[in-house]
């Protein structure tokens, strides 16, 4: 009978140090996961805070027509060819960002909001034109775009000022 309460109260502490062995490390991987979050947050926030995005913004915000098609693309200028290229795989990685769950939505809307939805109209022409070579190309950026554009449609958000309670 002693044994028998022993063997139990045993089995009872290995069972007791499996739960809390699990729940640990549940806890931890999504500590970790947030983490990550955490760091793409930031990091994403870094990218659009340098000058170097600022040059792009002044090109999009400034530049004349955007090209049409592929002939028009080619014609560009080396500096604009680069321009349009590094702005384009920049709104790409982003989208992919999102659309993978690494950053928040809400982070792109309060940081570019309808700088991402001109861009895409921008760029339109020219990727519809491209994808007949490459369906995949601009992807993610006007799934980006047109996600922006449903947000801002149906639940705009009003600028933080006006939320808070300061």
């Known amino acids: 009978m002693a044994n028998e309460i022993i063997a ?7 069972a007791l140090s499996f739960v809390v062995g699990l729940i640990f490390g549940i ?3 999504k500590a970790a996961a947030r983490d990550r979050r955490e ?5 994403t926030l870094r990218n659009f805070q340098t000058r170097e995005f600022a040059e792009l913004i002044h090109y999009m915000t400034t530049s004349g027509n955007m090209p049409s098609n592929r002939k028009e693309w080619e014609a560009l ?6 321009i349009f290229i590094q702005l384009a795989q920049l709104m790409e990685s982003l989208g992919m960002l999102v659309a993978d769950k ?9 940081t570019l909001g309808s700088f991402v939805t001109t861009t895409w109209q921008k760029y339109k022409q020219i990727f519809l034109s491209m994808r007949e070579q490459d369906p995949f190309i601009g992807e993610y950026f006007q799934w980006l775009a047109e996600r922006i554009e449903e947000r801002m449609k149906e639940s705009p958000r009003k600028p933080f000022y ?4 300061t």
């Open 162 to 165: 006006q939320n808070s309670l």
């Open 102 to 110: 690494f950053i928040n939505i809400d982070l792109v809307d309060k």
């Open 8 to 14: 139990l109260i045993a089995n009872l502490a290995l």
């Open 39 to 43: 760091r793409f947050t930031l990091e």
């Open 27 to 29: 806890a931890q991987v």
């Open 77 to 82: 200028s080396a500096n604009d060819h680069i």
